[in-house]
């Protein structure tokens, strides 16, 4: 699967704890899971300064910061694990440096896939287009 992220917004209060990630219905007609507890975001970022900055969130969180409302650009891939291992890879920009300009990004992923959401934390709004290719219906 591939997701496109095109202009997301996540617009809050300034500079307060946000996050963004990806939640999976492993099963037709259940709930959606975002990995927490058991899957780790690893995320290779550039803040703009010249050294990489590692980042590790817990969960298939894409960001979780302290920043500023932000515009999110990008693309995801998604291979499903069924009975295996699968994975799921990206690489977003922000625009701006925080909490990062752009950033590669790698978790693995077991289990099936029936939907993928894209969430952010409850207060934050969340705008913008998102494109899924390659899910059957």
């Known amino acids: 699967y591939l997701l496109i992220l095109n202009n997301v917004t996540i617009s809050d209060t300034d500079f307060v704890g946000k996050y963004m990630g990806l939640s999976i219905q492993q099963s ?7 990995g927490y507890g058991a899957f780790r975001m690893k995320v290779l970022a550039n803040d703009g300064s010249t050294t990489p900055v590692a980042k590790e969130y817990l969960g ?15 693309q995801i891939n998604i291979t499903p694990g069924g009975n295996g291992l699968g994975a799921i ?12 300009l752009y950033a590669t990004m790698s978790a693995e992923w077991g289990g099936t896939m029936h939907g993928i959401k894209l ?11 998102v494109s899924l290719y390659g899910l059957k219906k």
């Open 60 to 74: 298939l969180r894409l960001m979780d910061d302290t920043f500023d409302s932000i515009n999110i650009s990008g």
């Open 28 to 34: 037709a007609g259940g709930g959606f899971w975002d």
């Open 119 to 129: 969430f952010a934390s409850v207060a934050d709004k969340l705008s913008g287009s």
């Open 89 to 100: 890879t990206g690489h977003l920009q922000t625009g701006n440096g925080i909490p990062y």
